[in-house]
């Protein structure tokens, strides 16, 4: 039987490189696809609980996670598209229109 | 709570009807097409002086012979947090309703010709700012207090803001900040009151209740942070200058008939029955302020070169009247601060009505452009010889009668206070009649010459606040029979408990040794 | 009650209507209304004193004015001897100068208005003497002030006129403060304002002692001096005498009116009628024959050097007024109210005179212009004659018995500086002679000094204003009479009809000493006049000589002594100059504006340090939210 | 110790793909990499008994969204995204914030240990009732105000796309 634990650390490096992608990389679709890595990492974790407590509410958690994670993924890229199409780029270090 | 209260029994909700009036007819407005200003004026004259004909039962219908809050209405709101929409007027209270529906009306006549851009959005402020004014005097909910206390800052931003003179961003900038940082340190004390209370924000209700003389002491600063900047008091008293100067006429009416009274009303509503303890131990504090402010305004208004700066500075110099009557804390002293109230908005609202009726001749404030006035435009010198002499207080005008009552308490508070009052009385004299010679004597200014005099419109604007001056300085029972009960009932509250006697003949007695 | 509820509302109708109706109705014809008005005024005051004498006085409320807790005060009427006597001088007067204004505003645009205003002003003086409490007498006191700015700025488009009309109110309003106060501890002690239960308590706090602004002072002397500054103010006495030469501006049947027979002595009006108090603080007392004493002799000095004619009379307005004053001090009421009605009417007298020599003169005040009117103009000679031998005391003459009823009484009285004001008194009597006979000398005999184009203009003035001044000088002559002393065959009835109110003086003398007193006062008087004939008439050039041997004293006199400029000084400049560059240049702009910009500036300040953490790249916020959860994560899972 | 073989496989791959994903330059390759990681991830909730997940996974993820991306990236037309640099000038400050919150939660992680009582929801209940029935009764029943509110969700979404990506037609 794999522990629990192996689970959550796999769950948690994941989540982590996801992070990662999202703070560092330049290119916006890279970073946006950083973001469903970590939503990726969260449902490893949930589906691991719900099985091992043997409750099915991780897996509904997971299920609207996706779905959302879908809305979120065409919203997203129309945003992208938008984006794209004023600034001509898709680096965010170009986009600094908040600077202070 | 209920029997703390007689309900309304007219048969329809006023307090209601009269704060949503405005605000509905303010709606109304807005479906009228832009061009059509006529139509715009016409509405919002006709909403205000329906407001106006549905106040008049507040006035015959009172009852004189008791405290407790009438008219009284009351409906669950936000039941979580035990909010309620709970409105009632004492006779504390209620001679401000009446002279903010009787104000609008003339502040909608007053602009008929002076307000020539934005027409329609400029009603629909003014009809609005009543609603909330009106809000504001009839609230027993101290939620809804603050509701209407923050809603009455949008409109009168917006009126200084796009109708004001050329410095008027910063005027409003200005009014809006200084009211507003008092207001927040209010909401604060209205938390604190609200959670150790119960969890209620029932005015009357929190009445009932003490409360430890440390908190009274740090709520009583933070009400007065609030009250002192509307009112406005000595140390915070700039932005009225700059807000009264740039605001448009009928701004700078409602700013000074109604707006500062609610610093006032705010001390008598909240300070003075909610934190009896800390408003005694503070009197000493208060009292200094008023007195420099009597002082320092009118010193002040002797430099002035500015026709609406200097009645600005005027009215920092009577409402240190009227908190000096206030924090006397005898029944003298506060009659006198309530009527000088109703006075100081009757006075320096029509100085002010005045002043834009001349304003929209000439277009100029500054007094050095004027001169022999009188000459030209004889009934409008009469008309504000009667204001001018009504503010320095002349006997038979309403100014008279507030000024010595609060002089007659503040000297049995404090001798000092008192005599260092009246000498505002001279000073005022000085630079009333000092202004009005220099406006309307001597060699007619080739500026004014040809001028017409004020017309039949005019007139009625006016018309009202003449009568009113001698109505308060001849007969000012009719209005001060409204006050006995519930000031004596307030009084008893701010000193129960304690060996303070508001009774003045026993004052003769420490006197007199 | 209800008849002489008429007194008063008569004129105040009057006034109404004039100014509702006065400009677009009544026009030419306004005089009517208010004649009339004062005429009936006139009647029932007569009917009043009559009621009066036999012995009917009436003390009503007519409604309630305004009510505060234990503070009550109504609008009612008393009727006592003191009122009724004031109701007779008041009318008279303003009834007579109603007539004579017909004639001398003549033509003037604001014809209306100066009718509308006198009413007002009756009305006014009618509600002073006719209260029965202090706050009303408050408010026809400020009411008959009020009149007075309005009508010394008559002339509002000249600008000496409405500084003088300013400058009398706001010096009033210093007395006033005092006077106010005055009421407010009267109130403080008997719990009431009205005279009644004021009067008859009086006596029971004679010896209280009361803590004032931390001293403690003698309660009666207390009151007693607050509502003497309301007497010095309103009585132009000093240091509060400066408003009335300058009041001058106003038209002469005002100055005759307001600024010499009635409003001025409503200071002694108010004196005699608190009489009461004032008798029970020998340092009031003390406080009031001294002021009027100095004031007197201040003011008559004055007199002496001045050059309009106006201004001369005015100065000797305040110098009889100090003689009223001067009898009160030295607890003589009744002589002094006595001198109050007398010198009512020989002192509208004289202003109307000299409102006739203007009229004739063209507006001329200048003495120096003036001579051998009297060829021309033989009414106004004569009756601005009398008058001034009723001024100079001469006896028979209406002035004579009461000033000599004075002199007599503050030598002979009890007050411990009845000897010092009585030599004051005599000096007071021979300089009035003087002043007054150079007056008449300088503008009616010798020869005239003024342009051809004057000269050609002298006229006597018509009849409507001849006849007042004939009238009066009928009471300049004989209203003394009724006053004449038992020492001379007389009943000395005034005193006697004075006493329920004020009191009877008791003077301790031998009447070889009265005679002497009386002698001296004569003398003086006579020596004045000789003096002046001797000076003025017959060697023009000894004044000329005098002035330049003492031109350092003749300049102060000139210039009556820097009053004036010293006020300007001490208190007009400093206020202003205070306002303008302290409290609006330091005060409010420097310390209360920098604090309250300061605050935002400050805030702006920092925000402008803290803005570069706003990059505007995302992934900078992102990884300092990222740092947050790392030490939040850190703190929870790692404690 | 066959599953914990299994594990470690699918772990140590995910991880990889995980890597591959937010480092290459070239976008497409990154979503061709991700496609790889979600079929991996699908692999591991089958092995945990969510077989309708991982359907779900494969159909949605993959199917859906990746291609949803795969489109954006090839419409946008990145040819120069291959020159410039791929992370941004600070990015040493990103791996270590990122490497220290992993640091400290597999450090936490290790020694947790799962105290509440297991639910009734066991293998045997899933194997007997079938796991698609078992969730569908769940979902639609205890949680069908959110399964609703999840279905507004996605046609704002759907409506959002289209006003967000369409051109605006007056130029």
Known sequence: MVPLNWYLMLSAVVFMIGVFGFLTRKNIIIMFMSVELMLNGVNISLIAFSHYLQDMRGQILVFFIITVAAAEAAIGLAIIIALFRNKSTAHVDEMNEMKG | MMEQVIMNKLGFPILSTLIFLPVAGAALLLLIPRAKESLAKWVGLLVSIAAFILSIPLFTNFDKSTHLMQFAERHEWIPAWNITYYLGLDGISVLFV??????????????????????????????????????????????????????????????????????????????????????????????VLYFYAGRTFDILELMTKTYPYNMQFWLFWAFFAAFAVKVPMFP?????????????????????????????????????????????????????????????????????????????????????????????????????????????????????????????????????????????????????????????????????????????????????????????????????????????????????????????????????????????????????????????????????????????????????? | MNNYLLIPFLPLAAFLINILLGRNFLKEKAHWVSILAVAGSWVVAVMALVDTMAGKTINEDLYSWFVSGNFKVSVGFLIDQLTAVMLIVVTTCSMLIHIYSVGYMHGDKGFYRFFAYLSLFTFCMLMLVMANNFLQLYFGWEGVGLCSYFLIGYYFDKKSASDAGKKAFI???????????????????????????????????????????????????????????GSIGKSAQMPLHVWLPDAMEGPTPVSA??????????????????????????????????????????????????????????????????????????????????????????????????GSVMHAMAGELNLQKMGGLKKYMPVTYITMLLASLSIAGV????????????????????????????????????????????????????????????????????????????????????????????????????????????????????????????????????????????????????????????????????????????????????????????????????????????????????????????????????????????????????? | MLPKLFFGYYAAVIV?????????????????????????????????NAEFIAAIQVIVYAGAILVLFLFVVLLLNLREELKVKRFIGSWPAGLFVSAAILAIVINVIRSFVLAAPPGKYSIEYIKEATHTKALGTILYTEYLFPFEIASLVLLIAIIGAIVLAKRKTRS
Not at chain 3, 312 to 339: D, E, K, N, P
Not at chain 3, 444 to 455: A, L, S
């Open chain 3, 257 to 354: 009116l307001i600024h010499a027979a009635t409003m001025v002595t409503a200071g002694v009006f108010l004196v005699a009628r608190c009489s009461p108090i004032f008798s029970l603080s020998e340092t009031a007392l003390m406080v009031v024959a001294l002021t009027g004493a100095i004031t007197s002799l201040f003011a008559a000095t004055i007199g002496l050097v001045q050059n309009d004619i106006k201004r001369i009379i005015a100065y000797s307005t305040i110098s009889q007024l100090g003689y009223m004053f001067l009898a009160c001090g030295v607890g003589a009421y009744s002589a002094g109210v006595f001198h109050l009605y007398t010198h009512a009417f020989f002192k509208a007298l004289l202003f109307l005179c000299a």
């Open chain 3, 171 to 229: 010096v009033n309003r210093f007395g006033d403060f005092g006077f106010g106060l005055g009421i407010i501890m009267i109130f403080l002690t008997f719990g009431t304002v009205y005279y009644e239960p004021v009067f008859a308590q009086a006596g029971g706090f004679a010896n209280h002692t009361v803590n004032f602004l931390g001293y403690d002072v003698h309660l009666m002397t207390l009151i007693a001096l607050l509502l003497f500054c």
């Open chain 3, 395 to 639: 006896p028979g003459f209406a002035g004579f018995f009461s000033k000599d009823e004075i002199l007599w009484l503050a030598y002979s009285g009890p007050s411990p500086v009845g000897k010092l004001v009585w030599g004051i008194g005599t000096v007071v009597a021979f300089l009035t002679a003087l002043y007054s006979f150079r007056l008449i000398f300088l503008t009616f005999h010798g020869k005239f000094r003024g342009t051809h184009e004057q000269e050609h203009h002298l006229h006597e003035s018509p009849k409507v204003m001849t006849i007042p001044l004939i009238l009066l000088c009928v009471g300049a002559i004989a209203s003394g009479w009724v006053g004449i002393p038992h020492l001379l065959g007389g009943g000395a009835h005034f005193t006697e009809f004075m006493k329920p109110v004020l009191g009877h003086p008791e003077g301790h003398g031998t009447h070889s000493e009265e005679w002497m007193v009386m002698a001296v006062s004569v003398i003086a008087g006579f020596s004045g006049i000789g003096l002046a004939y001797f000076m003025y008439l017959k060697r023009a050039d000894i004044p000329v000589r005098l002035a330049a041997r003492f031109s350092a004293v003749h300049k102060i006199l000139l210039n009556k002594y820097y009053v004036d400029e010293f006020y300007s000084f001490l208190i007009v400049r400093p206020a202003i100059w205070i306002a303008k560059n302290i409290l609006i240049g330091i005060t409010d702009a420097k310390i209360i504006e920098a604090i309250v910009n300061g605050i935002p500036k400050a805030i702006g300040g920092f925000s402008q340090v803290i803005r570069k953490v706003q990059t505007g790249f995302l992934q900078h916020y992102a990884t300092i939210m990222a740092t947050g959860i790392l030490i939040i994560v850190a703190i929870m899972l790692l404690r």
């Open chain 2, 236 to 513: 915070v008293h700039t932005w009225l200058p700059d807000a009264h100067t740039e605001a448009p006429t009928a701004g700078s009416v409602i700013l000074a008939a109604v707006l500062i009274k609610m610093g006032a009303y705010g001390f008598l509503r909240f300070s003075l029955p909610l934190l009896p303890e800390a408003s005694r131990a503070m009197t000493p504090v208060m009292l200094t302020l008023s007195v420099i402010a009597i002082i320092y305004g009118a010193v002040i208004c002797l430099a002035q070169t500015d026709l609406k700066r200097l009645i600005a500075y005027s009215s920092v110099s009577h409402m240190g009247f009227v908190t000096l009557g206030i924090f006397a804390l005898n029944l003298q002293g506060m009659e006198g601060g309530i009527l000088q109230m109703i006075n100081h908005g009757v006075v320096t609202g029509a100085l002010f009505l005045s002043i834009g009726a001349i304003y929209d001749r000439t277009h100029t404030r500054q007094i050095a452009d004027y001169g022999g006035v009188a000459s030209v435009m004889p009934v409008y010198a009469t008309a504000f010889m009667i204001f001018t002499l009504a503010s320095i207080g002349l006997p038979a005008t309403n100014g008279f009668i507030g000024e010595f009552l609060i002089i007659l308490g503040g000297f049995t508070a404090n001798q000092w206070a008192g005599v260092l009052a009246a000498t505002g009385i001279i000073i005022g004299a000085g630079y009333m009649l000092w202004l009005y010679q220099r406006v309307f004597f001597m060699e007619v200014n080739p500026k004014v010459a040809g001028l017409n005099d004020i017309d039949a419109r005019e007139i009625i604007t006016l018309l009202p606040m003449v009568l009113l001056i001698f109505w308060i300085g001849i007969y000012p029972n009719t209005f001060l029979g409204f006050m006995h009960e519930s000031v004596n009932h307030l009084l008893e509250r701010v000193n129960s408990g304690s060996a303070h006697e508001m009774n003045i003949a026993k004052n003769i007695m420490e006197i007199l040794k």
């Open chain 2, 98 to 191: 009446l002279l903010s529906t009787l104000i609008t009306i003339l502040c909608v006549l007053i602009s008929w010709n002076a307000i020539k851009t934005k027409v329609k959005e400029f009603y629909i402020s003014i009809l609005i700012m009543e609603g909330a004014m009106i809000g504001v005097f009839c609230s027993l909910d101290f939620m809804l207090f603050y509701l209407f206390w923050e809603a009455m800052l949008i409109p009168m931003y917006l009126l200084i803001g796009v109708w004001g003179g050329p410095n008027r961003i910063y005027a409003a900038v200005k009014f809006f900040l200084y009211t507003l940082v008092g207001s927040v340190l209010m909401l604060v004390g209205i938390i």
């Open chain 4, 16 to 48: 990889i793909l995980s890597l591959l994903v937010v480092t290459r330059k070239n976008p497409v390759r990154s979503v061709m990499w991700m496609l790889l990681l979600f079929f991996h991830i699908a692999s591991l909730y089958l092995f945990l």
